[in-house]
């Protein structure tokens, strides 16, 4: 996110970091921090933002991420806990929100919501609209073969 803001996205290998960070993706859909780790909802943001970022995020499963994250959710309570069957909080909640946001997940129509959600961005983690009101500018690489997700088209 720092080079990112700073413009400076030259200074890492992309594919090198793209790579080192899909493969945090574990059997349960989740995502580590380090190798060897169990899954956490957190890195849903930190991993998932930053492939968003490189353009790099079809390298894991957008779909088993999604599974992931909705079975941390607390059915009686609410929010998002670091694991499924673990006590919600509000940094696992928000990490995990913004994660369901950055697969679209939040905005795909046939998921059964009943209201819609502003899209996160995933430079800033602010919503989309709050990031172009204020003009925030940042750095972002275009998929290799792909197009740019429509909520980074701002940065380009």
Known sequence: GALSIA??????????????LAERQVDSGGLNGRP???????????ILSALSILGRVAWI???KLMHFILKCQDDEDGGIADRPDDMADVF????????LSLVGYLHAEGNGLTRSYRQIDPVY???????QNLGLQAQVLVPKGGALEERLKMYT
Request: proline fraction near 2%.
């Open 7 to 20: 413009k400076h996205l030259h200074l890492v290998d992309s594919d090198l970091l793209g790579w080192w």
């Open 36 to 46: 060897e780790k169990q899954a956490d909802v957190c890195y849903s943001w930190w």
């Open 61 to 63: 499963s957008q779909e």
């Open 92 to 99: 696992h909640t928000f990490f995990g929100i913004s994660g």
């Open 125 to 131: 983690a602010l919503p989309t609209d709050v990031v």
